[in-house]
């Protein structure tokens, strides 16, 4: 059955790239999974002819990522808490919110903020049941479960949220109706959403195909996601471009009748994104020929080096690469992570063992930023931490 576009329902046949069959990202394995068997699903997204989204047939329900044992903590990066901060003080100066509510709010990291300075109603939504249970521990009142509209109608969420943030979710989301048309129903009149995704553009132009996995369903431009929003009673009426997750988009949006000002920024963001040729559907078709080029160039680096090799950091796109390049321990021994819940397993597909950050003491050779979006953060910890001060590689490789 041909699939249909989750935003538009036009069907799907343009292939944006193909990536093999692969595992799921973030399902590491214990030890006693690692000689198991293992599931492979498609890894080949798609672009609508017809809206231009860019996403992935949902082939792996939502429940087989965000489950009781999620390994992402959002507050495991300096970088990012900074991000956090930064955010959080803006937002207070420009919209004042006294409800706030966070949707894929994770380990607490951002709420905790708006808590610490005084919101009155502080709440989080968080389907992963360790990471939910550890925000709680960290005094974030925290809802275990997916946002749609069913979750509005069941925690009687009157339409009083004056700030609601979606920050890295909406990329995880395979019903967009439900999720949007959930926003659009808890948004108080005069209240404001604010959506960060990384942009396409950068995936396009710098290559970031490691960032495609099932996890993410959807990769936006910012036209793409106006037409999201805009279906379900949402306006953009500003965007700025900020340096997370590799070169990211944070829009801000409102209902549609609401008395916010749509800012130059918008008409200025959509041009320069058609001058990118984003706007163009040959753009998306073409970057088929990419993942490959860049396999090749990795693994000339990478493969049949004297010098041994270990990882730093087990992100989800990090599956990706050693997936798609076929690496597994014979090239790269181990990997160091600071994620307590990763340490002790095993990356799925590649099987390579992950541990703490004091494996790298070892004498080794050369070190892997797998997390390349984090690559200054971690280039830092290593001159500092590893006394054999080895050659540190991220791609881009080329
Ligand atoms: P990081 C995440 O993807 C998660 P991932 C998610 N899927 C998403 O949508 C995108 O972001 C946008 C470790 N680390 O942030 C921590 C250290 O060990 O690139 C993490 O495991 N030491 C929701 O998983 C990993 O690296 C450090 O000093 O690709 C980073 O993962 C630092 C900085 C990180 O996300």
């Not at 429940?63 to 495991?76: A, K, R, V």
């Amino acid at each position: 059955m041909t699939p249909r576009c989750r935003n538009c329902a036009a069907a799907l046949d343009a292939v944006f790239c193909d990536l093999g069959m692969q595992p799921i990202a973030n399902g590491l394995l214990g030890p006693g999974e690692v000689d198991g068997p293992q599931t492979y699903y498609p890894l080949k997204p798609l672009v609508c002819r017809n809206c231009l989204l860019v996403q992935l047939p949902s082939v792996v329900a939502r429940e087989e990522s965000f489950n009781g044992s999620y390994p992402y903590f959002s507050g495991q990066s300096a970088d990012w808490v900074r991000h956090c901060e930064a955010f959080v003080m803006q937002a207070l100066v420009r919209f004042a919110p006294w409800h706030v509510l966070e949707l894929g709010s994770n380990d607490g990291t951002l709420l905790r903020m708006f808590a610490e300075r005084g919101c009155g109603e502080v709440v989080g939504v968080e389907p992963s049941g360790n990471v939910a249970e550890f925000a709680r521990t960290q005094g974030v009142a925290t809802v275990c479960d997916f946002f749609g509209r069913r979750l509005v109608e069941s925690e009687l969420w009157t339409p009083r949220w004056d700030l609601i943030v979606a920050n890295n979710v909406l990329a995880h989301v395979p019903d967009l109706d439900d999720f949007v048309g959930g926003m659009t129903n808890a948004l108080a009149p005069e209240g404001v959403v604010t959506i960060e995704f990384p942009w396409i553009a950068n995936l396009v132009e710098q290559a970031q195909w490691d960032t495609i996995y099932h996890e993410h369903y959807s990769y936006f431009s910012l036209l793409a996601v106006q037409r999201v929003l805009g279906r379900r009673g949402l306006r953009i009426f500003d965007v700025e471009q900020i340096a997370t997750h590799g070169g990211s988009l944070r829009v801000y949006a409102c209902h549609q009748g609401a008395k916010q000002l749509t800012q130059a920024a918008v008409a200025h963001l959509l041009r320069d994104e058609g001058a990118r040729r984003l706007h163009s559907l040959d753009t998306y078709e073409d970057f088929q020929a990419v993942p490959p080029a860049e396999r090749k160039v990795a693994l000339d680096v990478l493969a049949d080096s004297p010098l041994r090799t270990a990882g730093y950091g087990a992100p989800a796109k990090g599956m990706t690469f050693l997936n798609y390049c076929g690496l597994g321990p014979e090239t790269i021994e181990f990997l160091v992570d600071s994620t307590p819940a990763k340490q002790g397993k095993f990356t799925p597909g590649s099987r390579i063992p992950v541990l703490a950050p004091d494996a790298l003491t070892k004498a080794i050779g050369r070190v892997l930023v797998l997390p390349w979006n984090w690559a200054e953060e971690i280039r830092a910890k290593i001159a500092k931490d590893c006394r054999w001060k080895p050659e540190i590689l991220a791609r881009p490789f080329a």
